[in-house]
């Protein structure tokens, strides 16, 4: 998506060499309400034809995302999978561990509640970045488990020099990512894929 | 808004007396996205006339309802207060915290980074409950914080039997609450107030 690469390069803080990429001056602290739509209709016309009954995505990054995705999806219900602290009982929630690629930090649960993921419905999943692909795995083993189907994944931004892509896509989950990043660094800005 | 009062009568959950409202089936787990535009347009209804220059929320229940309230509001950028653990260096985040007033809870902080809260920009807060008001509160310090002034706080929902209405009003606050509840419990259900 070009609009996206040319707001990566413009708005985009590098730190380090294949590290981190800040974004948060329009996708994940302050959100760019506009454009978010139009990275919605984007997703729809990558998943062209494609059924989908639920967007689900994780907190809190993801929900702004899916939100002002969903319109483009005939308002399809948004679920955002919570991270730990619940007081929910087992049994009600499906339950998933997102593996942590940090230093110092731990792997934590995400659930979500039995009540918002049916069998047989097709979920697209929604998120702003793919590295590792911790997250993402969580979420389709979430949808396994209720034993609903991954239509696939909409990502705003893949770090492909990271292996979650590979990981998601070795799964047969088809992964849309609107900007792909090759290598970055402070010195060179954002190369992106192809 | 007598479309959401009906909405909470139908789905909601209660648990105790004056105590847990589970809303997760529409607003903050699972997502009804036409019913949340609905909502945002009822809260530029009561805003009518009043500048927004930006929507601030906290995250995470806060961020579905703020992004697609926007679009009533001109897409007014949405920015959300995060919680605590941040990598962020000092002064370059505005940071209030959060009284917590469940038991065994401890207060925590949120921080907004000052790139996105600018001196005399009119600012509208939007979460999803009003119970003791210490979220909103925090948020209306850290709009202090930056030199810029509250339009007001649009809320969907008021439990109006505790005291965070009273106590933001009280700060000369605007409130606009869309379901306000006088008493809820198992038995009698919930009764709004007027």
Known sequence: MEELKQRICRDGKIRGSNEVLKVDSFLNHQMDVAFLQAIGQE???????????????????????????????????????????TKNIAGDVYISTVESFTQ???????????????????????????????????????????GAEVVGAGIVIEKAFQPGGEIIRGKGV???????????????GVVFCE
């Open 43 to 85: 997703f729809r016309r990558r998943f062209e034809g494609c059924q989908v009954d639920r967007i689900l995505t994780i907190e809190a990054s993801g929900i702004g995302i899916a939100c002002l995705a969903a319109p483009s999806f005939d308002n399809a219900p948004v679920v955002f999978a919570k991270k730990n602290k």
């Open 174 to 188: 088809r992964v849309e990512a609107l900007a792909r990043i090759e290598r970055m660094s402070e010195e060179t």
């Open 104 to 146: 110092g930090k731990r792997p934590y649960n995400i659930f979500v509640s039995k009540e918002f993921l049916k069998a047989g419905e097709k979920v697209l999943l929604i998120d702003d970045f793919l590295a590792n692909g911790s997250a993402l795995s969580a979420l389709i083993d979430i949808v396994h488990q209720a």
